[in-house]
């Protein structure tokens, strides 16, 4: 999976966000060095805009 949203330009839930970040950690366990840390890092950043787009579709 892409840690980038589709082109469609619709985000991702987050919770399909969390469950890559938890198995990319679980795969290097818990390491997170050169790629894979880069790899970590946007999708964190994309898990923390998917959880705000949430938050505001609910409000």
Do not use: F, K
């Amino acid at each position: 999976m892409s840690p980038t949203p589709p082109a469609s330009g619709r985000a991702r839930p987050a919770a399909e966000v969390n469950a890559e970040i938890r198995a990319l950690v679980e795969a290097c366990g818990g390491w997170l060095y050169g790629d894979s840390r880069t790899r970590y890092e946007l999708l964190v950043a994309e898990w923390a805009a998917a959880v705000r787009g949430e938050i505001v579709e609910a409000a």
